[in-house]
């Protein structure tokens, strides 16, 4: 129970404009989803989530 929280206590949230930031660089030529998920430490799921909103 306890580690569970240390671990959601430990995500970073992201503000809209790093999100905007981040999803822009998926348009840049040679980069692609899965890769700016992996830069960034997030999953990609949830990158493509910030693009439908």
Same mark, same amino acid.
């Given at each position: 129970?306890?580690?569970?929280?240390? /671990?959601?206590?430990?995500?970073?949230?992201?503000?809209?404009?790093?999100?905007?930031? !981040?999803? &822009?660089?998926?348009? *840049?030529? /040679?980069?692609?989803?899965?890769?700016?998920?992996?830069?960034?430490?997030?999953?990609? !799921?949830? &990158?493509?989530?910030? *693009?439908?909103?």
């Amino acid at each position: 129970m306890i580690g569970s929280r240390l /671990g959601q206590d430990a995500r970073k949230r992201k503000n809209s404009r790093e999100k905007i930031a !981040i999803i &822009l660089q998926t348009m *840049k030529p /040679g980069m692609n989803v899965s890769l700016v998920a992996r830069l960034h430490g997030i999953q990609s !799921i949830l &990158l493509f989530r910030w *693009k439908k909103q």
